[in-house]
């Protein structure tokens, strides 16, 4: 392990260890410190981060995109705050710290018997509401992760989302694809993170007028299982509570191949991620390239800039 991954590992470690012990007020705090001088700094992350939004706010003057990418970074340290606490929280703390909407589109699918993939991009925070589902609704379900490195810290990531009822499978292996599809053919949820593309087959689509690679995994899932698949997007208010929505089902189409079906309901995923986005851009947390446009060779699908997720 290089002295870079022992860092990270032990800032991770610290966090969970020690953030989750703060009085909330104060990790909201210190979230927003940190948040502010990241953002002052202007490093990688926050000029991609401003980037990223130029594209989602086509005209946006200069100051109005550093104030987002202000906001953005507010928005990615409450994540991390929250994320870095939640294993302290208690069951009612969970529940009361997210409110869905249209969520009869999910029971309804779950009720069918058939399984439901719910996709989601990085907006928000993911993690609690995926807590949610398991606390409130009392709805087990499977999800996958990058693996990071050092090992330490993937395995940090993987017994901190079992530890809020996530089964948790490796993205790299091959075998995952399998095991989500044998829990949604058992009636199961499978829950996927699925704006930014980490392997060599992704699907390209149009997304805020130019083209990017997004996972054909969900899709695929959809079309082999009968499950129904889900986009849901997430945003945070002046509140403590993360607010979020539940759309409409995407329907594997009639007819084309399967490759055909896998472009046309991928893009539709994408269509219903960027209206979530347009709507809250400061809390869609893409500090990575994403945009074909932006990447070089050393930077293509698999080969990109790495961050946790």
């Known amino acids: 392990m290089s002295a870079q991954e022992r860092l990270t590992d032990a800032l991770y470690g610290a966090g969970w260890g020690t953030v989750k012990k703060l009085p909330e007020p104060v990790a909201a705090r210190l979230g927003r ?25 086509p005209g946006a003057s200069p100051e109005r995109l550093a104030a987002l990418s202000r906001a953005g970074m507010r928005s990615y340290l409450r994540y991390w705050m929250e994320s870095f606490r939640l294993p302290a929280w208690s069951a009612e703390r969970v529940r009361e710290g997210f409110t869905p909407k249209d969520l009869h589109h999910l029971t309804e699918g779950m009720d069918a018997g058939k399984g439901v993939v719910l996709a989601l991009p990085h907006l928000a925070n993911w993690d609690l509401a995926g807590a949610w589902v398991t606390t409130q609704l009392g709805i087990p379900f499977t999800t996958v992760a990058e693996r990071l490195k050092p090992e330490t810290l993937y395995d940090r990531f993987v017994a901190y989302r079992e530890g809020l009822g996530m089964e948790v499978l490796p993205h790299s292996g091959g075998s995952a694809f ?3 599809a044998r829990r949604l053919r058992d009636g199961g949820l499978v829950c996927l993170v699925a704006d930014r593309d980490l392997s060599a087959s992704g699907v390209e689509v149009d997304f805020f007028g130019e083209t990017a690679r997004m996972p054909a995994g969900p899709a695929l899932l959809a079309q082999q ?85």
Do not use: C
């Open 33 to 57: 410190t940190v948040a502010d001088v990241a953002w002052k700094r202007r490093g990688t992350g926050v000029r991609r981060l401003e980037s990223n939004y130029a594209r989602v706010v």
């Open 225 to 309: 299982t009968g499950a129904r698949l889900l986009p849901a997007t997430l945003w945070y208010d002046d509140s403590p509570v993360m607010r979020g929505r539940v759309h409409p089902p995407v329907e594997v189409p009639e007819s084309g191949t399967r490759a055909e079906k896998t472009s046309a309901m991928t893009q539709a995923l994408a269509d219903a991620f960027a209206t979530g986005i347009a709507d809250h851009p400061e809390d869609w947390h893409m500090l990575q390239r994403l945009w074909l446009k932006d990447l070089d060779p050393a930077k293509a699908p698999g080969n990109r800039e790495r961050g946790a997720s």
């Open 178 to 180: 399998g095991t989500l």
